[in-house]
């Protein structure tokens, strides 16, 4: 069993919903560990429950997926990040690259619409799995309370468009660092 990075958090659990590539849980894994400093697993995967689609849209509502999660039963793990394929819908946007219960436990991205540049064109490796970095990471910040921030470059900023994703560095403001150790901290500390 391996040693944990931060006692008494547990570890964030992976899980592939649809058909993610083994590279990319792997590659969220270790940026996880490194930005989070606590152990990130690669779990069963498990498909898209059918109950969240939205025949009338052709999406997946994210927050029905997000409540399907919540059933499910993980007690080591204090977080869950679902990666599918599929294309995400809320209620309120035509679509999101991910979702998450803002201090809940679950979080759920797609790739869907990270793989293609503006003009359509498949965007190249390294910018695809920067996008996918990013928005896991962003998600994973909500589920420790962190709201969307306004800073320029910090990874908590509201990315509507692909192109505002991008613009973004893989880091966060003084300010949502700051509020992620704490929040962290009062976690553990449960």
Known sequence: MKEQKR????????????????TVLRVLAANIQTIFDVEADILSPMP?????????????????????????????????????????CSPVLTYVFGQAQLGGRFAILSDFRLRNTADTTCAPSALYYERIVKVALHEIGHTFSLYHCEAPGCLMRMSPETRDLDELAVYLCNRCSFALRKNMKEVGDK
């Open 48 to 88: 898209v429950p059918d109950e969240a689609f939205e025949h009338r849209r052709g999406q997946y509502d994210a927050g029905l997926i997000l409540n399907h999660l919540s059933r499910l039963c993980l007690p080591r793990h204090r977080r869950i990040v679902a990666i599918t394929d599929v294309d995400l």
């Open 7 to 22: 006692p008494g958090l547990g570890s964030i659990g992976l899980i592939d919903m649809g058909h993610a590539a083994d």
